[in-house]
DNA sequence: ATTTCTGATCTTGCATACAATTAATATATG
DNA sequence: CATATATTAATTGTATGCAAGATCAGAAAT
């Protein structure tokens, strides 16, 4: 495989992973020098990864992790949301007994870390039951988007699976969610995978809401637009 | 502004008005060439375009323009189905007065070009309606998800509006759709929205399908999958 | 003390050169 | 004549060099 290849995914988990946080610059030269490559392949990792808008390439200014404003957190949110319940709806249309046991097994999982408390587990399996469902979704395409937006909001999510109520509460609703999909219920399945994210999108905004200046909550603005 | 940017942009409107074909090679000398520039912007605009999902880009082995088969162009549809109707459900839970004076601009435009018969013209105004109901959305990141589908999908969009008898009958299904907008009626905006949407694709693929193989058609590996 | 200019420095954008891989063509072989 | 193999040509991937714009520091001015 090609450099630029595996030094976007390189880059891209180090931002995953944390390592570059949101705002951080990803200067070309000390990557190139990190990685012991020239700068070009670093330029084309950090082109594409801007393409998905993972990352925020400036012309002439550099690229950075990406900093979106608390407002557009909450569109990403509410997006994934409806890309998630339009997996829900199509995967409780058209369920096989395959994906249904990709589900379950990735529900389970989740239920052991969570009775454990350890949340840097769920955090993993978290991910597991919910690409089980895009998969569910029998739509790779769409899949994919739910993929991609997943990635770019990880860094968001994690935070604030740390509360173990959270945790537990998270628990509950992946069962009603699973259950509706089981039942064949679309209307259900997509309604209850629509606040089961947005509700964290919900929870971050809350937190967002103590660092960032007063009159600029995602959730005011929210309901300002929604009139 | 940096030439790859133009570039990316010059590159991607060609693939769209046609110029480059499902299929087609995107060889970099010749591109080079042609905008009179070194290949290492033309390449940067190749590899970005890649990323969004607009073209192929193989390894070693050049880029292309993306060929779907069938199954994955009809995902292609139901998802843009499943965003417009997110479009349409947000639309008509926040409709505001600018918003709504655009769409109806835009549905007086398509009504001109549908009564002149002038099938380009309405592919225009047609995509001018759809982005107004995405803007309506009052989602920025929602709409920019869907504007790039948009994009992606108008190869295999545009031919088929050819025939005069479904300009009308997009033209009244758009009637509809605004219709459930301004009543504030969610579910029936959505489910507007989605048929309106889903049957480009299925039509589409009835099209493709006398030119695939047999036993490949895009509809039955769907009513196969649905179950 | 704060602001505005100016030059020095650093970083990005593009071109060119070369290396590595794939595709094409010719040649050999059954 | 078809198939396999070797050689050549074409194309992509990476490195390097240089020019142009952005950033920063310090001096001058308000």
Chains 1, 2 share one sequence.
Do not use: W
């Not at 976007?8 to 988990?13: G, S």
């Not at 587990?121 to 039951?129: G, I, K, L, P």
């Not at 064949?184 to 967002?208: C, I, K, N, P, Y």
């Amino acid at each position: 495989m090609s450099q630029a290849s595996r030094l976007k995914q390189a880059i891209e988990d180090a931002v995953i992973a944390g390592e570059f946080q949101p705002g951080d610059r990803l200067d070309e030269a000390s990557l190139a020098e990190r990685f012991g490559v020239s700068r070009t392949p670093i330029r084309e990792a950090l082109l594409q990864l801007g393409a998905e808008g993972f990352i925020d390439v400036r012309p002439r200014r550099g690229a950075i992790v990406s900093v979106p404003s608390p407002t557009r957190l909450f569109e990403m949110f509410e997006t994934m949301a409806e890309i998630e319940s339009a997996c829900g709806r199509l995967a409780a249309r058209r369920l096989t007994p395959d994906n249904d046991a990709a589900m379950e097994a990735a529900h389970r999982a989740c239920e052991a870390a969570a009775r454990n408390g350890d949340s840097e587990q769920y955090y993993a399996d978290n991910r597991n039951f919910h690409e089980a469902i895009y998969r569910a979704s029998r739509n790779s395409f769409l899949a994919d988007q739910a993929f991609a937006l997943h990635k770019r909001l990880s860094a968001y999510r994690r935070i604030q699976l740390r509360a173990r109520n959270r945790l537990l509460q998270s628990l509950q609703e992946h069962a009603g969610i699973l259950e509706a999909i089981r039942a064949g219920d679309e209307q259900l399945a997509a309604t209850r995978l629509h606040d089961h994210v947005l509700v964290q999108g919900e929870r971050f905004s809350d937190m967002v809401l103590g660092l960032s200046p007063p009159g600029q909550s995602p959730a005011e603005s929210r309901r300002e637009t929604a009139k």
